[in-house]
């Protein structure tokens, strides 16, 4: 499901959960208000927040199949802010936005929506680094898939037709601090997720040993 793009019906692609019970094809915020309990590390909270899963690629044997990679999330709020030192305010009540682009394959280093998807190798043995699409080589001990949302808001919509509008990123060349466009002046917490996959537990094949339900195994789609 995915009760902001797909209200009331199907998602286009399978999407991992975390949050509030009351989660449902459609977004209803105060209905939302009254879950009694979250999968969230923080027990208040009751928020919603969902990103593609990710699966295994097994080309052996002759054949193509598929299996689901386990994976768990953290969700962090983040107080930052740019050289203005506005005032960080909380997310507005009912808001909904969007980060990432499920049709993107490709890398623009200029561009901050691009630079707010990352990703760790996570190898405690030989080192953790960071990449900007699928790592081509084996991750010991999970992927991190990492995502920083636009912080600053018009201060009037809670959500937009493209469900991205009514919010922006920094203009200082960072997505995850620096001053707020005059468009979009509010200052709210930053957003920011990193959903683990379990791709230790599986072969590595090379490239296009994993794909996002999105159908994007480059890891450029990822997406929340």
């Not at 208000?33 to 097994?58: E, F």
């Not at 997310?91 to 394959?105: F, H, S, T, V």
């Not at 979009?184 to 994993?210: A, K």
Request: proline share 7%; aromatic share 12%.
């Amino acid at each position: 499901m995915d009760p902001i793009v797909s209200p009331g019906g199907v998602s286009s692609h399978m999407h991992n959960i975390a949050g509030g019970n009351r989660f449902a094809a459609t977004y209803d915020y105060d209905d939302l208000r009254k879950s009694t309990c979250t999968s969230n590390l923080v027990n208040i909270d009751h928020s919603n927040y969902w990103a593609p899963g990710l699966h295994y690629v097994n080309k052996t044997g002759g054949s193509t199949t598929f299996a689901y990679i386990p994976s768990y999330y953290t969700i962090y709020y983040l107080d930052r802010n740019g050289s203005k030192k506005e005032k960080v305010h909380a997310w507005p009540g009912p808001l909904k936005m969007l980060a990432g682009n499920p049709n993107r394959r490709t890398y623009n280093a200029s561009n901050v929506a691009d630079m707010a998807v990352s990703y760790v190798c996570l190898d405690y043995k030989n080192g953790s680094p960071q990449t900007t699409e699928f790592p081509k080589k084996n991750c010991a001990n999970g992927l991190r898939a990492q995502l920083v949302f636009p912080s600053c808001w018009d201060g009037k919509n809670y959500d937009s037709a493209d469900h991205m509008s009514h919010m922006a990123y920094p203009i200082d060349g960072h997505p995850d601090s620096g001053n707020c466009p005059s468009t979009h002046p509010v200052r709210l917490v930053t957003l920011f997720y990193e959903q683990v996959f379990d791709v230790g537990s599986f072969p590595y094949n090379g490239p296009g040993s994993w794909v996002l339900s999105n159908g994007d195994d480059t890891g450029y789609g990822f997406h929340g």
